[in-house]
């Protein structure tokens, strides 16, 4: 993150990234498009977009090959791929990798987006859904790259946190039937909830503009979450006869570092899994939708969930959106 500071050290506003870098709990984050070698501030939409595409395409391609070998899976047990993301808009886009992968050639495609740093929770949902309605394995590839569409100066606060908050991300999941899943350590995905803040849906937003993607991050993003997230999680426990007690590990969204903490006080979360969220954030950055899936990986790596326990996924995003998901240990 030095680095990237020093970059930026001649523009307007320098001095206000590197004060927010220097205060950051982020150290180090992914840049498919490296500045210091190619500077993409001055690209128009369309070059952004040309090469935002080649470079998920390839993070795609190795997170979905890595996760069907850590699942055992060949190329052609896969029944659908859905691929969800923010900053890649093409058609045909991420799809094509069914192909360059191997997959059938009737496989399903699905294509989800722009939904943002909660776009990965929905799209769960839906694979989920196909999975239960077909019976086959699925495969959901979340990528959100954000070097490509970095914004030119002047950089007022806003601007700096946005530089420094989102770094590039992949991340994939296999979804499938129940009864492959039983004695893997997998977790099973039991329900959703949704919540949108209507009166705060301007204080973040992701556009399309001259400039590639433009994102919209004020200040009381923070609190607007934390004051929104109780009743979904809320209503969420209690269809299924839970309460915060029965619900092992949080994953959430490594959205900030004031998002993590405001959110694990107002649902008074354990040490263990906030430390989770803060590492994903100090490693990675904010990936956007890959953001909570990592979080997710980490924790069911060093906490799985045993048969019948809990765990609870939460993210955030435009419009101030907010998306939970109970998990049970399968």
């Known amino acids: 993150m030095g680095e990237f500071a020093a970059f930026l050290g001649n523009d307007?506003?320098?001095?206000?990234?590197?004060?927010?870098?220097?205060?950051?709990?982020?150290?180090?984050?992914?840049?498919?498009?490296?500045?210091?070698?190619?500077?993409?501030?001055?690209w128009t939409t369309a070059q952004r977009m040309d090469r935002s595409l080649v470079?998920?395409?390839?993070?795609?391609?190795?997170?979905?090959?890595?996760?069907?070998?850590?699942?055992?899976?060949?190329?052609?047990?896969?029944?659908?791929?859905?691929?969800?993301?923010?900053?890649?808009?093409?058609?045909?886009?991420?799809?094509?990798?069914?192909?360059?992968?191997g997959m059938p050639p009737g496989v399903d495609l699905l294509s989800l987006g722009p939904m943002g740093?909660?776009?990965?929770?929905?799209?769960?949902?839906?694979?989920?859904?196909?999975?239960?309605?077909?019976?086959?394995?699925?495969?959901?590839?979340c990528v959100d790259l954000f070097s490509p569409h970095l914004q030119p100066p002047p950089y007022e606060t806003e601007?700096?946190?946005?530089?420094?908050?989102?770094?590039?991300?992949?991340?994939?999941?296999?979804?499938?039937?129940?009864d492959e899943s039983a004695g893997s350590h997998s977790l099973e995905l039991v329900d959703g909830e949704m919540l949108t803040v209507h009166a705060h849906a301007d204080d973040l937003q992701v556009h399309m503009g001259d400039t590639g993607?433009?994102?919209?991050?004020?200040?009381?993003?923070?609190?607007?979450?934390?004051?929104?997230?109780?009743?979904?999680?809320?209503?969420?426990?209690?269809?299924?006869?839970?309460?915060?007690?029965n619900v092992r590990w949080w994953a959430i969204h490594p959205g900030g570092r004031r998002v993590v903490e405001?959110?694990?006080?107002?649902?008074?979360?354990?040490?263990?899994?906030?430390?989770?969220?803060r590492q994903v954030m100090r490693d990675y950055g904010n990936t956007a939708a890959p953001a909570v899936l990592a979080v997710l990986d980490h924790l069911q790596g060093a906490?799985?969930?045993?048969?019948?326990?809990?765990?609870?996924?939460?993210?955030?995003?435009?419009g101030?959106?907010?998306w939970t998901v109970l998990l049970r240990g399968a």
Not at 117 to 141: F, I, N, Q
Not at 159 to 178: C, N, Q, S, W, Y
Not at 266 to 276: F, K, P, Q
Request: hydrophobic share 45%.
């Open 12 to 42: 307007r506003g320098a001095q206000t990234v590197e004060r927010v870098i220097g205060n950051a709990a982020i150290r180090t984050k992914g840049m498919a498009v490296n500045p210091l070698v190619e500077d993409p501030r001055r």
């Open 55 to 101: 470079e998920a395409r390839h993070l795609g391609h190795t997170a979905i090959k890595a996760v069907l070998d850590r699942a055992g899976l060949a190329s052609g047990d896969i029944g659908l791929l859905v691929t969800s993301t923010t900053t890649t808009h093409s058609a045909p886009g991420l799809e094509t990798l069914a192909y360059e992968l």
């Open 117 to 141: 740093c909660y776009g990965a929770l929905p799209s769960l949902v839906a694979t989920r859904d196909w999975v239960l309605a077909h019976g086959r394995p699925a495969v959901l590839l």
């Open 159 to 178: 601007e700096a946190v946005i530089l420094t908050l989102f770094g590039d991300g992949a991340a994939a999941v296999v979804v499938r039937p129940d």
């Open 213 to 245: 993607v433009r994102i919209r991050l004020a200040p009381t993003i923070p609190d607007v979450v934390a004051d929104g997230v109780t009743g979904p999680v809320e209503r969420l426990l209690s269809r299924h006869g839970l309460g915060h007690s």
């Open 262 to 277: 405001r959110v694990a006080e107002e649902l008074r979360v354990d040490e263990e899994s906030v430390a989770a969220s």
């Open 303 to 318: 906490r799985p969930l045993g048969i019948g326990e809990y765990g609870v996924a939460l993210a955030f995003g435009p």
């Open 320 to 322: 101030a959106t907010i």
